[in-house]
Every structure is written in C-alpha cells, then in structure tokens.
C-alpha cells in the first residue's frame, strides 16, 4: 500500500537556521508533490508544488527539491524565524487518486 | 472571496444522536473530501467525491455518509455517533487538473466531541 514518511515528528532549530524537512514515499510514484502548512487548530494552506520533472523549486524562503530516483522530497526554509513555527505536511499526488497526507514534522524556531 | 466554510465549528453531543456538518465552497470546485485528523493520526480522509452525484470513500469511511447533491456543497453526516469519532475534522475542495487534483483549499475545522 502507499506509505509516505515525514521523518521526524518534531524539529526544533535557531532562528536564522535553515529548516530541511523530508518527505519519503513508498509503492507509487507521484506526479507531482505538494506542501502544506498547518497552525493548530486551523485547516492546512497550500505553500508550494513540484512536479516530477522538476528538481527544485522556490518561494521566497522556502525551497522543495522533488528525487524520484529517491521517492523523496525535501522542504527547506532558510533564514528561519519563529513566525516558520508548524507542523508542515507533504502530499504526493499520483493520477486521479485522492490526496493522502503526510502525518507531518511539527516545526519549532526557537529565537 | 474565496473560501471553504463550515458550520458548526464546534459541537459538544452525545452517543447516537444524529448531526449534520456542512462545508460549502465558492470557487466552482468539483473535487470536495472530508478529513479527521487526531493526535499521532495524522489527517485521514472520509470520503470524497470527483463532482456531484459521485462519492468514494477513503481511508476511513465506517460510521460516516456524504451527499453531493449540489457542487458547492458537501455535507458529513454521522447517523449514530460514537466517541471514537471525537476529532477535528476539516472539509476541503479543489479544481481537478489533468493528473489529478489540484491545489487543495481547507475549511477551518469542526471540532466535534462525542460524549
């Protein structure tokens, strides 16, 4: 069956540090891949998407390299700040299956 | 604006009695799912459906129905509730894109306990 591994539950760094969060995936190969982050208590927000043949992409602080060679997608968040604090969840999409979720890396910026 | 909304956002009921959450959404979506999500769970999807008149289930069905009898709208209905139902639960919608689903957009949650 699908699985899909974010590998830790909680991460807890610098402020100005560089945040990498990782997202690895088993029995299916996905199309592309998305990220979201989630505040408690509130519903998850889209912050990006990488398709299969892209390698990396970028959002301001933010970038997210996609190895499906790896099945593996990592999320960076560079010069992080406490406002970067959540969980942050991945969800590799294949065809027209429904969208399963990561369990998520709950992320701390300590100042 | 666009939005995801919910109703009730928090309900306080009791073993067997039945309730109805609401989601709507007004971006002309035609893929709408509900999610649970618990503690060490993870979000974990009930049901969804590609467009009106078309349900699936997800991973975690028993004990729930949906209708979609309108695109906009997409109801959850628990018929007898049970505590283990207690949780969050988020609806969600997007656009479907060629291979698959696109950018979802979450309500903000119902928090429901089972009592």
């Known amino acids: 069956s699908q699985k899909i591994e974010q590998n830790s539950e909680a991460l807890n760094i610098q402020e100005g540090k560089t945040a990498t969060l990782t997202c690895n995936y088993t029995n299916y190969s996905p199309a592309y891949l998305q990220w979201y982050r989630q505040d408690p208590g509130r519903g998850p927000v889209f912050l990006l998407l990488i398709r299969e043949n892209e390698k990396e992409k970028r959002k301001e602080r933010l970038k997210v390299t996609f190895d499906t060679t790896l099945k593996q997608s990592l999320f960076h968040i560079t010069a992080s700040q406490p406002a970067d604090s959540a969980t942050y969840l991945c969800?590799?999409?294949?065809?027209?299956?429904?969208?399963?979720f990561g369990k998520g890396t709950r992320l701390s910026v300590i100042a | 604006e666009a939005q995801v909304t919910q109703n009730p956002r928090y309900l306080i009921t009791v073993t067997g009695k039945k309730l109805t959450v609401t989601c709507s959404q007004n971006m002309n979506h035609e893929y709408m799912s509900w999610y649970r999500q618990d503690p060490g769970l993870g979000l974990r999807q009930i049901y969804y459906s590609m467009n009106v008149e078309v349900t699936d289930k997800g991973d975690v069905p028993e004990g729930y129905k949906v209708s979609r009898k309108e695109k906009r709208n997409f109801p959850l209905i628990l018929e007898s509730p049970s505590p283990n139902q207690t949780s969050l639960y988020f609806c969600a919608s997007s656009s479907l894109v060629a291979g698959g689903t696109d950018t979802q957009y979450f309500g903000p949650g119902t928090r429901l306990t089972v009592l």
């Open positions: 969800a590799p999409l294949s065809g027209n299956t429904p969208l399963v």
